[in-house]
């Protein structure tokens, strides 16, 4: 045989071992064995929480994504959702963990852990970091999202009235009345950014928001005095008058 072709033969046999060699490494990694993969139920559930505790949030995801997985009709599974949507919160997932406590409320509307499931997905919807257990927020709900802050209104008042005796419950309804003071404050804020602005007609427009959904709030009169003022500047003096008196007769005996 030509000695040219002995050598082109030896290269071909050499790629052709070589393409063996990573071929049967791929092969054995794809049967790495799972460690996990005689668990029990209560192993996985132990292990994420576990993992949970620790702030490991990537690693509690993979256990309880496989214990839903193997253990899909165990009470472990069910307390699993919940547990998800917790560590999907903290891992700064706000829309995953609302989306999963939706699933969960879908398939166990009766669970005993649905008023927790609900307390979570109103935090989850106003997208506050906050614990198990956290009290009335310190940041000012006046800048949130209005919807956001609707939609969690409407969960926590949920809450409230399906679960009058939950530990949740005294909770939400704090919540409930700091979000409608935070809406007031945010429709009297944008009011006067209008009025600033010389925006008369809008500034009156963002005042009587507050007059008809927020009336009971301490931004009504601050409501009333931009309406009165925004008349002034528009020269619409009859109207002005009339919030004026209205102003006089909500005033407390007394005071001038």
Not at 122 to 137: D, K, M, P, Q, Y
Not at 157 to 174: D, G, N, Q, T
Request: charged letters at 25%; proline letters at 4%; aromatic letters at 12%.
């Amino acid at each position: 045989m030509h000695f040219k072709n002995v050598v082109r033969l030896a290269k071909i046999a050499a790629l052709a071992a070589a393409a063996s060699m990573t071929v049967g490494c791929s092969w054995l990694e794809s049967l790495e064995i799972d460690p996990t993969r005689d668990w029990t139920a209560n192993r996985l559930y132990s292990e994420a929480r576990s993992a949970m505790s620790d702030g490991d949030w990537a690693l509690a995801k993979d256990y309880y994504t496989k214990l839903e997985a193997r253990y899909p009709f165990g009470s472990y599974a069910q307390q699993a959702q919940i547990d998800l949507a917790y560590v999907y919160f903290k891992d700064d997932d706000a829309p995953g963990a609302v989306q999963q406590l939706d699933r969960f409320l879908r398939a166990y509307p009766n669970h005993p852990n649905s008023d927790y499931a609900l307390y979570l997905k109103a935090i989850a919807t106003l997208n506050e970091r906050e614990g198990w257990l956290a009290s009335v927020t310190r940041q000012d709900l006046a800048d949130r999202d209005a919807q956001a802050a609707r939609d969690a209104f409407d969960i926590f008042k949920e809450l409230a009235a399906r679960f009058p005796e939950s530990r949740y419950a005294p909770e939400a309804r704090r919540r409930m009345h700091e979000l409608v003071l935070a809406q007031a404050r945010h429709q009297i804020s944008t009011a006067r950014y209008y009025f600033v602005r010389k925006a008369y007609v809008a500034a009156i427009n963002r005042a009587k928001v507050v007059l008809s959904d927020f009336q009971m709030t301490p931004q009504r009169d601050e409501a009333l005095e931009l309406i009165a003022d925004s008349y002034h500047a528009l020269g619409l003096f009859d109207l002005e008058n009339d919030i004026r008196r209205v102003i006089e007769l909500n005033k407390p005996a007394g005071k001038k």
